[in-house]
């Protein structure tokens, strides 16, 4: 009589934590439906292969950001009968800079207050004696969102012409985010860095070997679908619990320069990044979010000024206008 021979068990599927403090989510939120997923092109002199970055300095890199706040949420009545949403706003943007020695230092930090309507809707609100004071922006979008979205824009596109200024006077710019908003794609010295991914760019063969990316490596490049160059790199070693793309960042280039100075720029940055990589003890975000924006982020805040005040502004301001509007009405 044959012995039963034991049912072969399949092994327990992994489980990770990510290194991300829960309240930022996850940096990898790819949906496997999304029909971007596989969508970059690889470049056949480049393959696809990890890269060891040579040993060497950068240069000055510029580490640019922004943070927005929303103020107030506002409402405008027209003449016919509509109500419209908007906000009062604020954003601040800078840069750190830094050559990896000396200390750095903060610079061309900015601080722009706005009432952003939706649905084309304008109307501003009189300054006030403390030094209050709002710009006024408009969006033809008229979903309750899109004021939110238009902030986002407008600080956006003044992060890109604070790279472009910047990159002129020579420095290694680094803009947080793609590059989608960069005021001049043609300077070869800006590059985008993205720590939340949203798409599998790279086809599937290429993407399963992703996660064996060494620490302090790169990728070689290949282009998004968007036509620009770009490359992984792995900030770090990866922790025991942490899932297998932990540490991986995204640098972005723009299109338009030859392929051999994308690689330089590649180079350039993947020498230079791990070493200002974010620590846990001093950042949720850590190691994606770059220890110069995390003080950079802490700096903009704090010149942003103190949220309920700037709620009270806007209030004293709303009743100003009115008082104002009956005076010219007598």
């Known amino acids: 009589m044959s012995k ?20 930022y989510g996850s940096p990898l939120q790819i949906d496997e439906g999304d029909e971007g997923n596989g969508a970059a092109q690889l470049i056949p002199e480049e393959g696809f292969e990890f890269v060891r970055p040579a040993a060497g300095g950068a240069g000055a890199i510029a580490f640019i950001d922004g943070v927005r706040r929303q103020e107030a949420a506002l409402s405008q009545l027209l003449a016919d009968g509509r109500y419209v949403p908007g906000i009062a706003g604020a954003y601040a943007t800078g840069a750190v800079l830094s050559d990896g020695e000396a200390t750095p230092i903060f610079t ?15 109307g501003g609100l009189p300054a006030l004696p403390a030094g209050w004071s709002w710009t006024v922006a408009s969006t033809p979008d008229s979903s309750p969102q899109a004021p939110v979205r238009k902030l986002q824009e407008l600080m956006r596109r003044a992060e890109a012409r604070l790279g472009d200024l910047l990159a002129t006077e020579g420095y290694l710019v680094l803009l ?10 043609e300077k070869k010295n800006i590059a985008g860095y993205i720590k939340t991914h949203h798409v599998r760019l790279l086809p599937e063969a290429e993407a399963r070997r992703l996660p064996q990316l060494p620490a302090g490596w790169r990728t070689s490049i290949f282009r998004t679908p968007a036509n620009r160059y770009t490359c992984y790199l792995r900030l770090t070693e990866r922790t025991s619990y942490a899932p297998p793309l932990a540490g991986v960042v995204r640098l972005e280039f723009s299109g338009t320069i030859p392929l051999d100075e994308a690689r330089q720029m590649a180079e ?27 003080v950079l982020e802490n700096r903009l805040r704090h010149l942003l000024g103190d949220g309920p005040m700037a709620e009270r502004a806007v209030r004293d301001a709303v009743r100003l206008r009115k008082t104002e509007g009956e005076r010219n009405n007598e």
Do not use: C, M
Request: overall charge neutral.
């Open 108 to 122: 061309k930090e900015k601080v722009e207050r706005l009432i952003v309507w939706s649905g084309g809707a304008n």
């Open 268 to 294: 350039r940055f993947a020498a230079a990044l791990p070493r200002y990589a974010g620590v846990a003890h001093a950042d949720p975000r850590a190691p994606q979010n770059l220890q110069p924006v995390g």
């Open 176 to 185: 947080d985010g793609t590059l989608w908003f960069a005021a001049n794609y």
């Open 4 to 23: 039963a021979v034991p049912a072969r068990l399949e092994p327990a599927p992994e489980i990770f934590v990510e290194p991300w403090s829960s309240g």
